[in-house]
């Protein structure tokens, strides 16, 4: 089992960049695909982009792509998701999630707690 606690979050201007972190608990981070995954209010949580077990490999939805890079730190037991050239569109509560297998999508096995990001205009 892992626990996955999210860092990062905050209020800023459409233009600017943010980074996110994902703390894991436990000795077996490296097992697994990370995620992220964002909620806007009023609707459903959408799959952000997800990297692969040793950081390799990662992919991105089409919203994203070019502006937000995810990375990990194995050794750190952290995942990152870097935001740049933020829209207020972006505005969301993010979470990390944890999979024993590459997932493009929902229904990874272990959440975080979720960190708001607010753009604003």
């Known amino acids: 089992q892992v626990q996955l606690v999210e860092s990062g979050g905050g209020l800023v201007q459409a233009g600017d960049s943010l980074r996110l972190s994902c703390a894991a608990s436990?000795?077996?981070?490296?097992?697994?695909?990370m995620g992220w995954f964002r909620r806007a209010p009023g609707k459903d949580r959408e799959f952000v982009g997800v990297?692969?077990?040793?950081?390799?490999?990662?992919y991105y939805v089409t919203s994203v792509k070019g502006r937000f890079t995810i990375s990990r730190d194995n050794a750190k037991n952290t995942v990152y998701l870097q935001m740049n050239s933020l829209k207020p569109e972006d505005t969301a509560v993010y979470y990390c999630?944890?999979?024993?297998?590459?997932?493009?999508?929902?229904?990874?096995?272990?959440w975080g707690q979720g960190t708001q990001v607010t753009v604003s205009s």
């Open positions: 999630a944890a999979s024993t297998v590459w997932k493009i999508g929902t229904s990874y096995d272990y």
């Open positions: 436990g000795r077996t981070f490296s097992t697994y695909a």
């Open positions: 990297i692969s077990r040793s950081g390799t490999n990662t």
